[in-house]
């Protein structure tokens, strides 16, 4: 059920952009050329927009296909985040194909079409992943740039860790010392209570050889129950890439912004070392408008995320040759990991009913009155309901080395400092893309997701049309593992429940979890009702310099050709156990220093050129 809270643009006071570096329309656009264009304002090309704008010489242009994120309000209200996907002005609202794991059902796959991408319309959740995840980065890639102890500076450059505004006291709920304090990124524990919080903890206590408490799983080693860390500010508004490194960068004269504006393909614009360079970028606001082309003195970058890029990659001739021309795509450069590899995590809401003399924030989804309130007193005092996450803790688990070999399956995890499922406790039913059907009902929630799954999926094109969805197979519980994890974590988390601190709360399961008993029946509840994590990676993979695998290099260039680099969560070789951003942001800084350093002498080419394969022969 979606609130009934009536907001205006005008209520917050929104920063406005001076000196029409904000362009809507590509003819609009004085210049055609600049140093550096980010195809994708989203969470990590706005981090790239500020980075590479520090340095005055270089001239900046980001091109968003959606639209600016001041335009709706509730996308800085953090408790409306399960209103602002799917079938938004501010999400691509595009389906899956039909999952063979889920019984061919097709799910809804949102990601942000707005400045800040899907930081704008996410839950807000931040957690980083494991010391294993990023080691095991390091590993397939053979740059060990990437691991734990390389990436750890840029998570805390990314972030600033605030205190809540309403003084609510927080000792021993997080750790300063594995956060950063002066990052663009300010994220936050919770502001207020919850009537869950007590019952929560201390069944976490009373089941600690299964969820013992984490005081922060940020370190690296998220296993456990503790509180959870939400990219809101001290104000109670929600941080993205677009409020965080985009907005305040602005007044500088070397970066432009232009929205609403699609790009079509990359265009070759010449040869650089014996390999075509792709610095030109084409672009049109619809299917019948002209094209309007820029270029990259420098280089262009691709962070459009991991269902765009590699559509963008494809249109541009860039991928299997054999497949581009099954779609009448002149095939340019033969890279046949474009689109393929990609990893996303399941995720499947459990819900309860809760007795009658509990209420929940269920209410303030339905009750037109109070969210009008609730929206007030978040308007004039920062403080309230609307100022919350949609998450106050978290717990992550794995499952026995034992308990995988006995059913003669294989550990897909980085290591055991990461986890295969994710808990996530919540007053009410979770604000996710699907709402509850019973509109009376107050709820407490738990959804359980498999974080460090086996399945793979892919990413293709319907057509030769750039204004097209591409197809999404996201592939979610097609290996035997995945489905195997989720029916346990099912278990796990009725178990929970069960605990002594929990009586008194919970009446019945919900939905078709309460005649979901028997390991078939829940596993066919798990297929009925699972659903995306909405944490894709994987479709331009990075491989190693010398490797003939994957679509970018350790350093993100794409394979074989001059002046073209990704950066975002496509070039992941697997998902790390976390919600994205905090990863992401982290990429994002580690690779702005990756192109500054490249061009700080202005040279053409460098590492790993040696290696590359000709261009496929057409």
């Not at 643009?9 to 952009?17: I, R, S, T």
């Not at 201390?202 to 600690?208: K, M, Q, R, V, W």
């Not at 905090?582 to 080419?605: F, G, H, L, P, T």
Request: hydrophobic share 40%.
């Amino acid at each position: 059920m979606k609130s009934r809270v009536l907001l205006t643009l005008a209520a917050v006071g929104w920063p406005m952009v001076n000196g029409g570096k904000l362009y809507t329309d590509p003819t609009d656009v004085t210049d055609s050329a600049y140093d550096f264009i980010i195809v994708g304002g989203g969470t990590a090309g706005n981090v790239l927009a500020h980075r590479l704008s520090e340095d005055p010489s270089h001239s900046v242009l980001v091109i968003e296909a959606g639209v600016s994120n001041l335009e709706n309000i509730k996308d800085q209200v953090p408790f409306l985040s399960g209103e602002l996907s799917p079938n938004t002005s501010i999400a691509w609202n595009q389906t899956t194909t039909p999952q063979s794991g889920l019984l061919n059902r097709t799910v809804n796959y949102p990601h942000g079409f707005v400045l800040g991408g899907s930081s704008s319309i996410n839950h807000m959740v931040w957690t980083r992943g494991s010391v294993d995840d990023y080691d095991r980065y390091a590993r397939v890639s053979k740059d060990d740039g990437w691991s734990w102890n390389n990436m750890f500076p840029y998570m805390e450059k990314s972030e600033a860790l605030v205190p809540p505004n309403t003084r609510r006291k927080t000792g021993g709920q997080v750790n300063p010392a594995v956060h950063g304090w002066h990052g663009p990124v300010e994220i936050s524990l919770p502001a207020s209570s919850s009537i869950f919080d007590e019952p929560v903890l201390s069944s976490g206590f009373e089941l600690s050889h299964l969820f013992p408490y984490n005081i922060d799983m940020n370190s690296g080693y998220p296993m456990g129950l503790g509180w959870a860390v939400g990219s809101v500010s001290a104000d109670r508004k929600r941080t993205s890439s677009a409020t965080s490194y985009l907005w305040p960068a602005m007044n500088r004269s070397n970066l432009d912004v232009l929205i609403d504006t699609r790009v079509t393909r990359l265009l070759a614009a010449g040869i650089t070392d014996g390999m075509l360079s792709f610095t030109k970028v084409e672009t049109a606001q619809s299917a019948s408008s002209n094209r309007v082309v820029f270029e990259a003195r420098k280089e262009v970058i691709l962070s459009a995320g991991s269902i765009n890029t590699p559509q963008i990659l494809l249109l541009s001739g860039i991928g299997d040759a054999d497949y581009l021309r099954s779609l009448n795509i002149q095939p340019l450069v033969d890279l046949k990991d474009v689109g393929r590899n990609l990893m996303d995590q399941t995720s499947l809401v459990n819900a309860w009913y809760v007795n009658s003399n509990i209420t929940t924030w269920d209410e303030a989804y339905r009750n037109e009155t109070l969210a009008n309130e609730l929206f007030e007193q978040w308007e004039t005092t920062g403080t309230g309901l609307y100022g919350e996450d949609a998450a106050t803790q978290i717990a992550w688990s794995r499952l026995s080395s034992k308990l995988i070999s006995s059913h003669d399956l294989k550990d897909p995890s980085a290591g055991i400092a990461s986890p295969h499922l994710e808990f996530i406790f919540n007053n009410g039913y979770f604000p996710s893309i699907t709402f509850a059907e019973d509109q009376t009902g107050n709820y407490f929630s738990i959804v359980t997701n498999v974080v460090s799954p086996a399945s793979r999926g892919s990413i293709t094109l319907a057509s030769n049309d750039p204004f097209a969805y591409p197809l999404v197979d996201a592939g979610l519980l097609v290996e035997p593992f995945d489905i195997f994890a989720l029916v346990h974590g099912i278990k796990l988390a009725k178990k929970f429940l069960e605990a002594p601190a929990f009586a008194g709360y919970i009446k019945s399961a919900a939905r078709g979890l309460a005649d979901a008993n028997t390991d078939e029946e829940l596993e066919e509840y798990a297929r009925s009702n699972a659903d995306s994590g909405f944490h894709p990676v994987g479709s331009a993979v990075m491989a190693p310099y010398n490797s003939n695998d994957g679509v970018v290099r350790p350093d993100l260039r794409v394979k074989r050709v001059s002046g073209l680099r990704v950066v975002d969560a496509s070039v992941l070789p697997y998902v790390p156990a976390a919600h994205m951003q905090a990863c992401i942001y982290a990429v994002a800084e580690r690779a702005a220093d990756i192109i500054k350093e490249y061009w700080k002498d202005d040279q053409s080419d460098w590492l790993g050129y040696e290696f590359q394969e000709p261009l496929v022969a057409v």
